[in-house]
């Protein structure tokens, strides 16, 4: 997929509105290197929905930036961190 459609994806559905800087950078390292997200980050990655959360990602990989990364893996993380999110937001809290 073009640059410019991920651009009109994400736009349309106000993809870079529904998640604060802080949370984008953490969601960002765990999914580009390794690195834990907090809970209150990992809801806000939930609000934001995975078709943004896979948009993102996919514009992200067409950075030359990041031309040396391998998209499979990147994508293979993208959902295992995606998946790692839901489960903490399905699973209940340890009682007190």
Same mark, same amino acid.
């Given at each position: 997929?073009?640059? +410019? %459609? /991920?651009?009109?994806?994400? +736009? %349309?559905? /106000? $993809? %870079?509105?529904k998640m604060g800087l802080p949370c984008v950078l953490e969601a960002f390292t765990s999914i580009f290197n &390794?690195?834990?997200? !907090?809970?209150? $980050? $990992?809801g806000e990655l939930?609000?934001?929905?995975?078709? $943004?959360?896979s948009t993102l990602v +996919?514009?992200?990989?067409?950075? *030359?930036?990041f031309k040396d990364l391998n998209p499979a893996t990147i994508i293979a993380k993208s959902i295992q961190t995606w998946n790692n999110f839901l489960a903490l937001i399905d699973? *209940?809290? *340890? !009682? &007190?």
């Amino acid at each position: 997929m073009a640059t +410019k %459609e /991920n651009d009109q994806i994400i +736009k %349309e559905n /106000n $993809c %870079e509105t529904k998640m604060g800087l802080p949370c984008v950078l953490e969601a960002f390292t765990s999914i580009f290197n &390794t690195r834990i997200i !907090s809970n209150k $980050c $990992c809801g806000e990655l939930v609000v934001l929905g995975k078709f $943004c959360h896979s948009t993102l990602v +996919k514009r992200t990989l067409e950075n *030359p930036l990041f031309k040396d990364l391998n998209p499979a893996t990147i994508i293979a993380k993208s959902i295992q961190t995606w998946n790692n999110f839901l489960a903490l937001i399905d699973s *209940p809290s *340890p !009682s &007190t």
